[in-house]
């Protein structure tokens, strides 16, 4: 997910993580974010059945990637890797705040309440649209050492984690836009095609 300036706060979940990376920009990350209109972000993640050194070491160059590009979480399928694995930080200007790493997540309960916020997204560079979304949910993982893990998030991290496990499922967040006029017009003016986006029925 790409930060919007717009966001005067940030409601963070401190998680205990064994990851730890500098946050300082790479000029060249390992992993490529891929954009709309490649096939590969529309391809369902599978979930990862033994967290190991492997699974950590990819987090820690999915981190470098989303550090780079300046963005705020990051799913695997976005660099082209298959596995129900995100990986979030809502405050990537601090060196302290440790990343939230989120291994086969699985939304158990979501808020009567929702709201409408604007999303942007590192596989969309440069399109900030609306969208609604439950604003709290009930979450079960692993982390990065493979253990279960429960949160019951609100706010941006809800609205963080709803957004990349929809990477998992093939899904973007202007699927979900409902201004279709200003859906066609940004994208239009930051070079990506209408006929790329699949609305959610």
Known sequence: ??????????????????????????????????????SVLRKPAKRI???????????????????????????????????????????????????IILINPEITGYSASIETYEEGCLSIPGVYLNVIRPSSIKLNFRDEMGRPKKLNPDGLLARCIQHEMDHLNGVLFVDRVTN????KKELKENGFNNKDVMPIQ
């Not at 279709?180 to 859906?183: A, C, F, H």
């Open 1 to 38: 997910m790409a930060r919007s300036f717009s966001q005067l706060a940030i409601n963070a979940e401190k998680q205990r993580t064994s990851i730890a990376i500098s946050k300082n920009p790479l000029e060249k990350p390992e992993l490529e974010i891929h954009t709309l209109g490649n």
């Open 49 to 99: 059945s033994k967290v190991d050194a492997n699974i950590r070491d990819l987090v820690k160059k999915m981190l470098h990637s989303m550090y780079s590009a300046k963005g705020i979480g990051l799913a695997a399928p976005q660099v082209g890797i298959h596995k129900q694995l995100l990986v979030i930080d809502l405050d990537i200007e601090n060196p302290t705040t440790p990343p």
């Open 180 to 183: 279709l006029e200003d859906l």
